[in-house]
């Protein structure tokens, strides 16, 4: 993981890149994003396939391969799935959730197959072979919390976990009986806290989850906490190996909204405004924040009795500026763990021992995609690495036989984080920090966030608010016009915040 270096940037993109997915091959890779376009790079000769439009009104949040090269399923942030044929570049709407759809999986066993899931509360099955269209029905339905990540066990076809967009707590399924899940997983600490808004964001959102290869264990990436790993068919009832946790005390007032906000709180450069005390950013735990089933009751009914707790916890990166931040497994035998973060770098850590190893820069902004190639086939390089995030780029990242970024054993203070050479982020000055340094104020920026509760809203958003609210106006003022007294029709467009 030393030697990893950044090998290919892949532009092109006229947004940012919200989701990447190679092929069983290795040899492609799927991008899409802001733009609402799909991308099919080959890996190997490091060239643009194609580029499709594919009909999404909203940006794509989630796009797979299907049956090799010939087909692609995308979702996007107006809750539409959709068909694209890539050889034809035609594309088909396969289903309307009511909400936001972040996800689409593939199945593993069956190239024709494929699942989404929505903040609508459902998930739903897809089959190509469909004789009443492609749409099979929900799998899952929920009638208390949308899914917002979802992922199939990688060997036994029937069981897949889901992750809740306000709720902590993870549940494994059998998808032939859905009534009730076999097994719930959540750290505990979070349970106490996941009814509490943290700016527009819930602490203990999950917003990755991700088997093994070997399907016997998974990780979780929670908004505003960390990563955690579970043991999938093992029952753990303490968090007595990991560290206590503490939970800063968030706000009971309405969110802090800073309208137009620059991301200035992301990236490498970005730094702490306004602190935070030492002793609230060193993480010291609060009572309550691990032990044992007996003593910890979640406010809203979840008695952790049944809900089996991490094994270990894996921190230093910053998870809250955006809703689909990834974190996935990495090397043959999923020898590390690796997520995007905040800062806009990407982060290795020692999947058996939580180990913080490496730290990459990798965007200017945020890096919210990870995904490696499937690790049976041997076509594509060694190791491979692919990352996406606000930079309207892919990135791909490979090891060399350069000299390590830091020697081995030498302390977390001792580690230097791994530049990206000025002619590839010519906009923005390298600097050379140790890891400790950058993990010490993504804490601090971590807690300050939740204490002061703050909604970010970044300026696309911002300014769909602002169009929203000047159509409201005219239409106001037309109707006042028009002797219609001001009075609004209930299908009229209304801002939220």
């Not at 040899?27 to 580029?51: I, Q, T, Y």
């Not at 977390?412 to 104020?441: C, K, M, N, W, Y």
Request: net charge positive; with cysteine; proline share 4%.
């Amino acid at each position: 993981m030393r030697r990893m270096r950044l090998s290919q940037i892949y532009d092109g993109h006229e947004g940012c890149v919200n989701t990447i997915h190679f092929d069983s091959t290795g040899k492609l890779l799927l991008a899409g994003g802001d733009s609402k376009r799909l991308h099919v790079w080959d890996v190997l000769r490091h060239k643009e396939l194609v580029r499709r439009e594919t009909g999404h009104r909203r940006n794509i949040f989630s796009a797979i391969f299907l049956r090799g090269l010939t087909y692609a399923a995308s979702c996007s942030r107006d809750g539409e799935v959709r068909l694209t044929h890539v050889a034809r570049n035609t594309s088909a709407v396969a289903y309307q959730h009511a909400r936001t759809c972040y996800n689409v999986v593939g199945s593993t066993f069956d190239p024709n197959v494929f699942f989404s899931c929505s903040e609508d509360k459902t998930v739903r099955r897809f089959d190509l072979r469909g004789v009443g269209g492609l749409d099979q029905g929900n799998v899952l339905e929920s009638e208390t919390t949308g899914y917002n990540t979802f992922a199939l066990h990688p060997r036994r076809e029937e069981l897949m976990l889901v992750g809740c967009s306000s709720d902590p707590v993870i549940m494994l399924y059998d998808q032939r009986m859905t009534r009730s899940p076999l097994l719930k997983y959540a750290p505990y600490h979070l349970l106490s806290q996941s009814a509490k808004n943290v700016g527009s964001r819930k602490l203990g959102r999950v917003t990755c989850v991700k088997f093994s290869s070997s399907g016997d264990s998974f990780i979780a990436s929670y908004a505003n906490d960390y990563i955690y790993s579970f043991d999938t068919f093992k029952e753990r009832s303490d968090m007595d190996g990991i560290a206590k946790i503490r939970i800063p005390k968030s706000s009971d007032a309405e969110p802090k909204v800073i309208w137009g906000s620059r991301w200035e709180d992301t990236g490498p450069l970005s730094r702490v405004v306004g602190g935070c005390r030492k002793d609230e950013a060193a993480g010291s735990g609060d009572e309550g924040a691990g032990g044992s089933a007996s003593n910890l009751v979640g406010e809203e009914g979840y008695d952790v009795e049944g809900i089996n707790a991490p094994a270990r916890v894996f921190k230093g990166h910053r998870n809250g500026r955006t809703v689909i931040k990834q974190c996935n497994y990495f090397g043959y035998n999923d020898e590390c763990v690796v997520s995007g973060s905040d800062d806009g770098r990407i982060y290795f850590w020692e999947s058996g021992t939580g180990r913080l190893i490496q730290a990459l820069n990798a965007d200017h902004r945020v890096v919210n995609c990870v995904q490696t190639p499937p690790t049976h086939n041997n076509r594509c390089p060694p190791l491979l690495l692919a990352s996406s995030g606000i930079d309207y780029s892919v990135k791909l990242w490979e090891p060399n036989n350069s000299k390590p970024t830091h020697p081995v054993g030498g302390g977390i203070d001792a580690l230097h984080v791994q530049p990206v050479s000025a002619t590839e982020f010519s906009s923005a000055p390298i600097v050379q920090e140790t890891l400790g340094q950058i993990v010490e104020r993504n804490e601090q920026m971590r807690v300050r966030s939740i204490e002061n509760n703050e909604l970010r809203l970044p300026p696309s958003e911002f300014l769909q608010r602002m169009i929203a609210i000047v159509r409201i106006q005219r239409r106001m003022r037309r109707m006042r016009q028009e002797g219609g007294g001001g009075r609004k029709e209930e299908n009229d467009d209304q801002p939220t915040v």
